[in-house]
């Protein structure tokens, strides 16, 4: 990858807006045409793409859409709560029925129905824990073509996002460890943003943010260690 490219995903970057405004400018601007997204939740993301990207062809909607005892999140409401979501992605989405594929259950359970070097682009918001994240990242990669990117949400410098009682958010810094595990350029974008370009490339970090300055686990846990102090 060159730093043309990287320059073209920042300068993407720059006019602002949300990260649905960020990745629709992305997937217009790289005709993507195969995508999955991880982690559906109520489906604006996937609305924002479908309607703002006429190229796309196959969008793959991955989410349990259910209660899971093993997740320890914020977002894992009842089965109830999760059954009016998942209808509402239905309907959202209702206007592109012809390309979405719905795949509903847990990345390990589903992603063997997405043939491996099929997707131009991917973007991960599902489970944000170290598990959760691990799982993601290794069970997608293999899906993404070459030349592909996978992007994501919640890259931050600290791991707490919620209250102790919860998970720590763990994309940070486990996908740039991923990125170097695989040879890959890992870009680090407002709005807690990433992206992982799959590509004959060696491992590289770019920070768009400047927050980033330390990669390391112990300094992404310092912020509860300073709230605590306080």
């Not at 629709?24 to 995508?35: E, G, H, M, Q």
């Not at 196959?58 to 914020?74: F, R």
Request: proline share 5%.
């Amino acid at each position: 990858m060159t730093m043309s490219t990287q320059s073209s995903l920042a300068e993407l970057a720059a006019p602002g807006g949300t990260r649905f405004d960020f990745w629709s400018r992305v997937v217009a601007n790289r005709r993507v045409r195969r995508l999955a997204e991880i982690g559906v939740w109520k489906g604006d993301f996937a609305e924002a793409l479908f309607s703002t990207c006429p190229d796309i062809e196959t969008y793959y909607l991955v989410d349990p859409w259910k209660h899971l005892d093993d997740w320890a999140k914020p977002a894992n409401v009842d089965d109830d709560r999760f059954s009016e979501h998942y209808a509402g992605v239905i309907a959202r989405t209702e206007p592109w029925a012809q390309k979405r594929v719905v795949l509903r259950g847990r990345t390990t359970e589903v992603s063997d129905q997405i043939p491996d070097d099929s997707l131009d682009f991917a973007y991960i918001d599902g489970d944000h824990s170290l598990r959760g994240i691990s799982i993601d990242l290794v069970q997608m990669w293999p899906k993404i073509r070459a030349g592909g990117l996978i992007g994501g949400d919640d890259f931050q410098p600290s791991v707490w996002q919620h209250s102790g009682k919860f998970e720590p958010t763990v994309v940070f810094p486990l996908a740039v460890y991923f990125a170097e595990a695989v040879g890959a350029c890992i870009e680090a974008f407002p709005r807690s943003q990433f992206a992982i370009h799959k590509t004959n490339d060696r491992f590289i970090f770019v920070d768009h943010t400047g927050k980033y300055g330390d990669l390391t686990l112990r300094t992404a846990l310092r912020g509860r260690n300073r709230e605590r102090a306080n």
